[in-house]
């Protein structure tokens, strides 16, 4: 339970850091902006929100092994439960569907991450914090792509799980994205 807080603490304090990344766009000044500016600056909020739902695998992994080790037995009766097996299997179908998400929002946060820094920077390429945000967030897909395709030998795959679960590359990418996007 301590773990699953810290790590809803974390999620916490990630939606307060990502938060500047939209409002710092607010303060341009909006008649100097064209259609084009204002789509990309869309994109940016489109591919944060998408960035903090691939973080969410983060705050539901501890939960989900909390609730299959012990929270389904101990709470059964107090949340109606009566088939405790059958209520675990479903919890196993969510988690594949969570991490379906995961893989499918951070692949769609890369890609559109990349456009929103095309269509906002071109010709400037003003931060170049902001856009080694962005490779971290390659960076974190391609190492996602290691561990899900077949093709890699097995080494490769425990190196790129290993580099892709902890938490520094993550930790670096969101300051970079973050002091990138306040710089400019
Ligand atoms: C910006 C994009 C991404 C970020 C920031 C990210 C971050 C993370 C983090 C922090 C975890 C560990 C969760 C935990 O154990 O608490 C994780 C797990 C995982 N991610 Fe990603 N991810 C991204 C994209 C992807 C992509 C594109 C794929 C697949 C193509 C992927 C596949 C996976 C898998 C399979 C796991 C579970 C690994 C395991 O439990 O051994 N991720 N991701």
Do not use: C
């Not at 916490?12 to 990502?18: D, R």
């Not at 092994?65 to 389904?72: A, Y």
């Not at 561990?147 to 080494?155: G, L, Q």
């Amino acid at each position: 339970m301590i773990q699953l807080s810290k790590m809803l603490l974390i999620l916490f304090a990630l939606f307060i850091l990502l938060a500047p990344i939209a409002s710092a766009y607010d303060e341009d000044d909006e008649d100097e902006e064209d259609g084009f500016e204002e789509f990309s600056e869309d994109l940016g909020d489109i591919a944060k929100s998408l960035l903090i739902a691939t973080i969410v695998l983060i705050a539901w992994k501890p939960l989900h092994i909390w609730l299959q080790k012990s929270g389904i037995i101990n709470n059964a009766d107090s949340w109606g439960i009566t088939d405790v097996k059958a209520a675990k299997k479903k919890l196993l179908r969510f988690n594949k569907w969570m991490l379906r998400v995961h893989i499918a929002a951070g692949t769609a946060a890369t890609i559109v991450g990349l456009v929103h820094g095309i269509g906002s920077q071109m010709p400037d390429w003003e931060s170049s914090a902001a856009w080694a945000g962005w490779f971290g967030m390659l960076a974190m897909s391609v190492l996602g792509g290691l561990i899900m395709w077949k093709w890699p030998p097995k080494a490769i795959k425990k190196r790129a799980r290993a580099l892709h679960t902890q938490r520094a590359l993550l930790v670096i990418t969101i300051i970079l994205l973050v002091v990138g996007h306040e710089m400019m």
